[in-house]
Nanobody, 126 residues
Framework: QVQLVESGGGLVQAGGSLRLSCAAS????????MAWFRQATGKDREFVAV????????DYADSVKGRFTISRDNAKNTVYLQMNSLKPEDTADYYC???????????????????WGQGTQVTVSS
């Protein structure tokens, strides 16, 4: 099992930046892909970004492509989401997720995940 804890959320003005972190613990020796999702009030949860176990493969939702960057540090069992040029429509609770998988993740936006964090809130003011 893997436990996930997100941090780094907060309030930021439009055009600003935030970096979210997700620390994994537990059975982290096996390879796992990690992703970020978000859920705005009254809306369904949506995919944001995913990164492979090696970090060499990523994919993004069209709405964040060019503004957000997902990365990971396996030595620290942590995945990051650098969010730049934030917009009010980025306001949501952000969740990280993991599943044991070592293949490429490009084109795998619909991959299902076994483990989820509790979320961190991001609010972008206009």
């Amino acid at each position: 099992q893997v436990q996930l804890v997100e941090s780094g959320g907060g309030l930021v003005q439009a055009g600003g930046s935030l970096r979210l972190s997700c620390a994994a613990s537990g059975r982290t020796s096996s390879g796992y892909a990690m992703a970020w999702f978000r859920q705005a009030t009254g809306k369904d949860r949506e995919f944001v970004a995913v990164i492979s176990w090696s970090g060499g493969s990523t994919d993004y939702a069209d709405s964040v492509k060019g503004r957000f960057t997902i990365s990971r540090d396996n030595a620290k069992n942590t995945v990051y989401l650098q969010m730049n040029s934030l917009k009010p429509e980025d306001t949501a609770d952000y969740y990280c997720a993991a599943r044991y998988y070592v293949g490429t993740v490009y084109g795998r936006k619909d991959m299902k995940y076994d483990y989820w964090g509790q979320g961190t809130q991001v609010t972008v003011s206009s």
